[in-house]
């Protein structure tokens, strides 16, 4: 590519006093720096805005449910023993804030019996459900159906992931205990 600021600066040469013309070259390289490079800036930020409208379009595309519900746990690791001190926690909270609707058994009281719920539900569900039940019932295809059958929306109770954990817990407990385990 031929220098821009060798030719300009020869034709600046026969006009202008030397220190001048230096700074007028130098103006002139700098703007071409700029111009160029703010370009490529501009290019990128079209490339990133066209990706993430794609990524976007690809969340908000019909999935298929899988069973995790809707909600803040995406994934949780259980192990096949019981935590036997998280499970206490958890009984504490279902005794506060849950026994007033569920019962232990398979009997329903407002909401439905839960035992055999860990069996019927993957564990990111259940978490979901107790964390997030409003949007679960408007959502999620399983919440809606138990919505259609008990007739009563499941109040947010306030639960945090850490605690919703520990009901889990307790919710697998007392459903291997009914196995007799
Ligand atoms: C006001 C009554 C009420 C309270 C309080 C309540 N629930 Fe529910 N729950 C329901 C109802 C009713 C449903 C069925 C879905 C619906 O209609 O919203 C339900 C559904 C569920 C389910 C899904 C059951 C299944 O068969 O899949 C779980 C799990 C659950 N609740 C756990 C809890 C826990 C844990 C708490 C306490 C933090 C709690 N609920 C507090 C009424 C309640």
Redesign the pocket.
Same mark, same amino acid.
């Given at each position: 590519m031929a220098n821009p600021s060798n030719s300009l600066n020869k034709i600046l040469s026969g006009l202008l006093p030397d220190s001048f013309r230096y700074g007028v070259v130098a103006l002139f390289c700098g703007s071409l720096l700029l111009s160029c490079s703010s370009g490529d800036n501009e290019n990128k930020a079209t490339e990133s805005q066209e990706q993430t409208g794609l990524a976007h379009q690809q969340e908000q595309a019909p999935v298929e449910d899988d069973g995790k519900g809707i909600g803040p746990v995406s994934s949780i690791e259980v192990s096949a023993d019981i935590d036997d001190a998280l499970a206490a926690e958890g009984k504490t $909270?279902?005794e506060g804030?849950?026994?007033?609707?569920?019962q232990l058994t398979d009997q329903k $009281?407002?909401?439905?019996?839960?035992l055999g719920?860990t069996e019927?539900?993957k564990p990111e569900? $259940?978490m979901n459900?107790?964390i997030n039940?409003e949007e679960? !019932?408007k959502k999620d295809p !399983?919440?809606k159906k =138990? =919505?259609?059958?008990? =007739? !009563?929306?499941? !109040?947010n109770?306030n639960?945090n992931e850490k605690?919703?954990r520990a $009901?889990l817990e307790f919710?697998r407990q007392n459903d291997l205990q009914a196995q007799g385990k």
């Open positions: $909270i279902f804030k849950c026994s007033a609707c569920h $009281i407002v909401g439905p019996g839960l719920v019927k539900r569900w $259940i459900m107790v039940p679960m !019932t !399983t919440a =138990l =919505l259609a059958e008990h =007739l !009563t929306q499941m !109040t109770q639960i605690d919703a $009901i919710l």
